[in-house]
């Protein structure tokens, strides 16, 4: 995985949107930087860092926030905030733009299913369809998910950014695509307005085009992919 580097553009227009992800969050705030569209945040940290126990909740009176667990994801969204003139996250004004949750290649790994397969070394299609998959999946994304029921609490407008369509190979496909849409309608369920582009940069396999995906790299959407996401972002009005 690359190394994770942040973001923002600086204008003398205002912000139209805070950008808090992992690395997936860094081809939408390229896009952005080229487009000259004004924005604060990007990437502060590893998708692994965003599915349980990555941040807690301040409820002290007149100032309810997250604090992040990582000291350097903390450094950077406090520099975000400030930059945006705000010291907490219920005074953001702006949309909050997020990929957190969404790694599903991480959910996916072939050796956490190893009891689930049949003989013919496959986790059944059956099982992917069970309640107990989906326990499992939004299991492993808790915290992700409390995040963005808190969010949407404090009254932001919350997006929710699907990943590239893109499954590295110590990762189970099928396993992939079930569980990103268990995330999807997870996220989808807290009132996020989940941004799903699969039908616009997938091939007839359901896997991400090659024109869209970051070089030399298993995981990545690439700028071409970010400036489609930036396009659905301000048609909706970001």
């Not at 969010?151 to 699907?162: E, I, W």
């Not at 499954?167 to 995330?183: L, T």
């Amino acid at each position: 995985m690359p190394p994770v580097r942040t973001q923002s553009l600086t204008t003398t227009a205002p912000a139209r949107f805070l950008l808090l992800g992992d690395s997936h969050a860094g081809p939408i705030g390229r896009a952005a930087q080229k487009a000259g569209i004004p924005f604060q945040g990007g990437p502060i940290g590893a998708g692994r860092e965003f599915t349980d126990s990555f941040f807690t909740t301040r409820d002290t009176p007149g100032r309810r926030d997250v604090v992040f667990q990582s000291g350097e994801a903390e450094e950077h969204y406090r520099r975000f905030l400030k930059e945006l003139g705000v010291d907490a996250l219920p005074g953001l004004g702006i949309p909050l733009v997020a990929t957190f949750g969404f790694c599903a290649h991480f959910v996916a790994l072939r050796e956490l299913w190893d009891l689930y397969r049949d003989r013919s070394g496959a986790v059944p299609p059956g099982f992917l369809a069970t309640p107990l998959f989906g326990a499992i999946v939004r299991a492993a994304v808790r915290d992700a998910l409390a995040f963005y029921e808190h969010s949407v609490g404090l009254g932001l407008r919350v997006l929710a950014v699907m990943p590239p369509q893109r499954v590295p190979g110590q990762s189970d496909p099928a396993v992939f695509m079930a569980a990103q849409e268990h995330i999807r309608l997870a996220v989808t369920e807290l009132g996020v307005e989940v941004v799903d582009l699969r039908r616009r940069t997938t091939g007839p396999d359901g896997l991400q085009r090659p024109e869209l995906c970051e070089a030399d790299d298993e995981i990545h959407g690439n700028l071409a992919f970010g400036r489609i996401i930036l396009a659905e972002l301000l048609d909706r009005g970001l």
